[in-house]
T-cell receptor, first 115, second 114 residues
Framework: EPEVTQTPSHQVTQMGQEVILRCVPI?????FYWYRQILGQKVEFLVS????????KSEIFDDQFSVERPDGSNFTLKIRSTKLEDSAMYFC?????????????FGPGTRLTVL | DAKTTQPNSMESNEEEPVHLPCNHS???????IHWYRQLPSQGPEYVIH???SNVNNRMASLAIAEDRKSSTLILHRATLRDAAVYYC???????????????FGKGTKLSVKP
């Protein structure tokens, strides 16, 4: 069964450093998403991406964040200068069509720890 | 954005049916009702979704009230593996357009006793 994969599973970084979280969505999917979950809190939407551009972003997704689909398979989330409060699980998701009437498939997540 | 209300937690016995309720009194006519769950230390997982009619799939059934102001996720025979947080989410036409960005609440934490 096809699945969304994410690397690395765990990333430790120093405050102020840049990190890139990587995702490989399911191959025939066209819509991509990033969510995050701070430990013990609810899952929060960050950004959606379609047709090589951001479709929608939340208030969390400020200028420190960017997303890219550098090739036909990867979808990345970059945090330019990490802060302590960026420590969280980051989940990538994809869907074949817009997920209003379609399911999103989530990856296993990347745990980001900012020291 | 439209909101949902779910109980914080529920308990079930293994191999018994579980009915997880969700209230969404401000739902609009074009909002889809989605259910996702999150097992411990895992990413969210799609369960089921519907618009007006009841829906069945291999994981669960979704019963939608006639006025669409509430819905119930039914797990026909709970297993230990079904212990998770279950999220009822409305996807609105106006918010997120066709993207269907998921706005998670706190969900219902389901415990399953052997």
């Amino acid at each position: 069964e096809p699945e969304v994969t994410q690397t690395p599973s765990h990333q430790v970084t120093q405050m102020g450093q840049e990190v890139i979280l990587r995702c490989v969505p399911i191959s025939n999917h066209l819509y991509f998403y990033w969510y995050r979950q701070i430990l013990g809190q609810k899952v929060e939407f960050l950004v959606s991406f379609y047709n090589n551009e951001i479709s929608e972003k939340s208030e969390i997704f400020d200028d420190q964040f960017s997303v890219e689909r550098p090739d036909g398979s990867n979808f990345t989330l970059k945090i330019r200068s990490t802060k302590l409060e960026d420590s969280a699980m980051y989940f990538c998701a994809s869907s074949e069509r817009g997920a209003r009437n379609n399911e999103q498939f989530f990856g296993p997540g990347t745990r980001l720890t900012v020291l | 954005d439209a909101k949902t209300t779910q109980p914080n937690s529920m308990e079930s016995n293994e191999e018994e049916p579980v009915h997880l309720p969700c209230n969404h009194s401000t739902i609009s006519g074009t909002d889809y009702i989605h259910w996702y769950r999150q097992l411990p230390s895992q990413g969210p997982e799609y369960v089921i979704h519907g618009l007006t009619s009841n829906v069945n799939n291999r994981m669960a059934s979704l019963a939608i009230a006639e006025d669409r102001k509430s819905s119930t996720l039914i797990l026909h025979r709970a297993t230990l593996r079904d212990a998770a947080v279950y999220y009822c989410i409305l996807i609105e036409r106006g918010y997120g357009g066709s993207q269907g960005n998921l706005i998670f609440g706190k969900g219902t934490k389901l415990s399953v006793k052997p």
